[in-house]
């Protein structure tokens, strides 16, 4: 069975500027934002098949 690791960590600013700039290359701004903005507390990433994704739905207890 797989399991799922996470690995935590803060950002600097300069850092974060350029994550902004790489994700507006591929993905689009999020209409439920107001004024453009809200806080986002984690971010996840996921495999291309979506598998944690998947996991999440499924019920899966031990990811």
């Keep these: 069975m797989d399991f799922r690791h996470e690995w ?6 300069s850092d974060m500027m350029a994550i902004r ?12 934002t107001i004024d453009g903005r809200y806080e986002i507390r ?3 990433f996921d495999n291309p098949a979506d598998k944690a994704l998947r996991e999440k739905l ?3 207890s031990r990811r």
Excluded: C, F
Aim: charged fraction near 25%; proline fraction near 4%; charge should be neutral.
């Design 8 to 13: 935590k960590h803060e950002i600097n600013t």
């Design 21 to 32: 700039q790489r994700m507006l290359a591929v993905a689009r701004p999020d209409s439920h």
């Design 42 to 44: 984690s971010l996840y």
């Design 58 to 60: 499924d019920g899966v």
